[in-house]
């Protein structure tokens, strides 16, 4: 058995922290995060919290990167936003003693 504990690129919600458990467990994610809030909410949430930000610093990443930005998520692949290639949007002018929409 060669797999290795580290936090998913592909099921990421916060850091991918439970993916990874998840893909080390090769179950479904969402099975993992479901437990995991049913057991913070039990527990009174903050060993929970506390555990969840353990297992966060201490599972490595699972990105692969070319150019080490650590960008290789499918919603970071997917933007196109390029700051340089529109123009920003003027504010309009109000007046100050317009309170008449209250």
């Not at 930000?53 to 930005?69: D, M, Y």
Request: hydrophobic residues 35%.
């Amino acid at each position: 058995m060669n797999k290795k504990l580290m936090k998913s690129t592909d099921n990421v919600v916060i850091t991918g922290t439970l993916g990874g458990v998840a893909e080390y467990l090769g179950i479904d994610p969402t099975i993992v995060r479901v437990i995991y809030v049913f057991l913070s909410l039990v527990t009174a949430a903050f060993p929970g919290i506390t555990l969840y930000i353990i297992l966060a610093i201490l599972i490595p990443s699972g990105r692969k990167s070319a150019n080490g930005s650590g960008h290789d998520n499918q919603y970071y692949q997917k933007n196109n936003y390029k700051e340089s290639s529109r123009p920003r949007k003027q504010a309009e002018k109000v007046e100050d003693e317009d309170w008449s929409d209250f």
